[in-house]
T-cell receptor, first 113, second 111 residues
C-alpha cells in the first residue's frame, strides 16, 4: 500500500538556521502531496500542498517541490523562527477514490532563540 | 467560526464503557474523514464519508468501532466496550477541493 517516510526527529535548530525535513513516498498512481503542521496544543493545519509532479507548494516561507523521479517532497525554509517550533507531517492522498490521507510519522522541530 | 468542530474536546472513560465522539464539518463539505492519532501508531485513517454513505471503512480497527453521518453534515464515531488501547486523539476532517481541513480533535483516555 501507499506509505510516507519522514526524517526522524526530533530536530533542534537555532533561530535563522536553514531547515530541511526529508519526506519520501511510495504510491501507485499520481498522489497529491501535503505538509501539515501541528503547533503545541493546536490541531493539524495545512501548511502547503502540491498536486502534480514539479509543482512547488509554498506558505509562510516554507517550500516543498513534488519530485516524481525521486518520489520526494522535502520541506525547506531558509531562516527559521522560534514560532516555527511544531510537529510537521508529510502526507499523500490518492487522486482517486476516497482520497484519504496517508501520513508520515511526524517530525518534531524545536527552534532555540 | 467556520472551521470543523469536534466535541467533547476531552473524554475520560472507564474500560468497557461506550463513548460517542461528534464532528461538525465545514458547511457544504460533502466529504468527511475520521483519523486517530496515537503515540504508537501515528496518524491513521479510520473511515471516510461521502454524503451519508461510507464507501471506505477500511481503517476501523475492530467491530467495536462504528460511525454514522446524518443529513450530510454531523458525524458520530462510536466506540463500544472501550479498551485502554483505544486511548488516542480522534480527529475529524472535511474536504474542499481535495484539501482536508481538520478539527481540533477529541482526546480520549480509557482508564
Amino acid at each position: 500500500g501507499d506509505s510516507v517516510t519522514q526524517m526522524e526527529g526530533p530536530v533542534t535548530l537555532s533561530e535563522e538556521a536553514f531547515l530541511t525535513i526529508n519526506c519520501t513516498y511510495t504510491a501507485t498512481g499520481y498522489p497529491s502531496l501535503f505538509w501539515y503542521v501541528q503547533y503545541p496544543g493546536e490541531g493539524l493545519q495545512l501548511l502547503l500542498k502540491a498536486t502534480k509532479a514539479d509543482d512547488k507548494g509554498s506558505n509562510k516561507g516554507f517550500e516543498a517541490t513534488y519530485r516524481k523521479e525521486t518520489t520526494s517532497f522535502h520541506l525547506e525554509k531558509g531562516s527559521v523562527q522560534v514560532s516555527d517550533s511544531a510537529v510537521y507531517f508529510c502526507a499523500l492522498s490518492d487522486a482517486q477514490g476516497a482520497q484519504k490521507l496517508v501520513f508520515g510519522q511526524g517530525t518534531r522541530l524545536t527552534i532555540n532563540p | 467560526g467556520a472551521g470543523v468542530s469536534q466535541s467533547p474536546s476531552n473524554k475520560v472513560t472507564e474500560k468497557g464503557k461506550d463513548v460517542e465522539l461528534r464532528c461538525d464539518p465545514i458547511s457544504g463539505h460533502t466529504a468527511l474523514y475520521w483519523y486517530r492519532q496515537s503515540l504508537g501508531q501515528g496518524l491513521e485513517f479510520l473511515i471516510y464519508f461521502q454524503g451519508n454513505s461510507a464507501p471506505d471503512k477500511s481503517g476501523l480497527p475492530s467491530d467495536r468501532f462504528s460511525a454514522e453521518r446524518t443529513g450530510g453534515s454531523v458525524s458520530t464515531l462510536t466506540i463500544q466496550r472501550t479498551q485502554q488501547e483505544d486511548s488516542a486523539v480522534y480527529l475529524c476532517a472535511s474536504t474542499q477541493k481535495h484539501t482536508q481541513y481538520f478539527g481540533p480533535g477529541t482526546r480520549l483516555t480509557v482508564l
